[in-house]
């Protein structure tokens, strides 16, 4: 693995006390924004992350993530931070065997909705940003305004802006977000489900996560719909689910701007063409 050079290595078998080549590592995602690995040491299994910032204002840093992990792993939300190290930038969590391939969807999203009520029913702590909509849609038109595809998408991009400022005006309850929620980033182990990947992860809506899996995952309209009222079902006070809509349009148009900035293989004209047919599927009122 490229950024795993050879003094962290060093350093992990010194904590694990064995021989370096007794570590082994496997990477479980590995892109230009983002990587994380399986290593295995003495036949156990752990989750090790590479942090690296990159051109990114909404990731946490390491500080924060890793006092997250402390707060949430009691509540098993997230797998059990075991080792970190700031100046060489990793850590290690326990890991909770993956089973994300060996279940149906369905049981999958049930798992995940059970998950999501519990985390989004805990006390706030300090330490988390509250995530503005309208700073991530300034952020956005100030990277676009300069490039010369801008024109292509700034229709794309006023509806955005637009969206921004009118849900960060609506009234909610606030929780704590994970900020990239999807399947990708969930750990199944018997009937318990936890999250990892928290370098998003921030103060906001309910609304944020459930519309993250909505989008990642492309659930159908009906899916989506029962996906979220059992999350909002489940919390007090209760919120309503006309918002869902707008957090949907709002969720798809950030990740086709983030995937034209970073997806190497993307292709501006499909992309812009699928990304107006998916926000017809959910008219704002």
Not at 19 to 47: A, C, R
Not at 53 to 70: A, G, Q, S, V, W
Not at 129 to 136: A, D, G, N, S
Not at 247 to 253: D, E, G, K, R, S
């Amino acid at each position: 693995m490229d950024a795993i050079h050879s003094k962290d290595l060093k350093k992990i078998a010194s904590f694990f006390c064995c021989d370096q080549d007794l570590v082994h590592l496997k990477p479980i995602k590995k892109e230009d924004h983002s990587e994380s690995s399986l290593i295995t040491v003495n036949k156990k299994k752990f989750f090790l992350k590479k942090f690296y910032k990159k051109e990114d204002p909404f990731k946490l840093d390491i500080k924060k993530e890793t006092n997250l992990h402390r707060v949430l792993s009691p509540f098993s939300l997230t797998s059990k931070l075991i080792f970190y190290d700031f100046d060489h930038k990793i850590f290690i969590c326990d890991w909770i065997e993956d089973q994300k391939y060996e279940v149906t969807e369905d049981c999958l999203t049930d798992h995940l909705v059970t998950s999501i009520i519990k985390k989004n029913n805990l006390a706030l702590f300090d330490g988390l940003p509250r995530r503005k909509l309208t700073e991530i849609t300034m952020y956005y038109y100030s990277l676009y305004s300069q490039l010369f595809i801008f024109s292509e998408i700034s229709h794309i991009i006023k509806i955005f802006s637009e969206l921004g400022i009118l849900l960060d005006s609506s009234a909610t309850k606030f929780v704590i977000s994970h900020g990239d929620l999807n399947f990708s980033n969930c750990l199944l182990n018997d009937d318990e489900l936890v999250f990892c990947d928290w370098e998003y992860a921030c103060i906001g809506s309910p609304f944020l996560d459930i519309a993250s899996v909505i989008v990642h995952e492309k659930l159908s309209q009906e899916d989506a719909y029962i996906f979220a009222t059992s999350i909002l079902s489940g919390l007090e006070p209760k919120i309503n689910i006309d918002d869902l809509n707008l957090w949907v349009q709002f969720t798809l148009i950030m990740n086709g701007l983030w995937s034209i900035l970073y997806d190497k293989e993307v292709v501006m004209e499909k992309l812009v063409q699928d990304l107006e047919g998916r926000l017809r599927l959910y008219p704002a009122k």
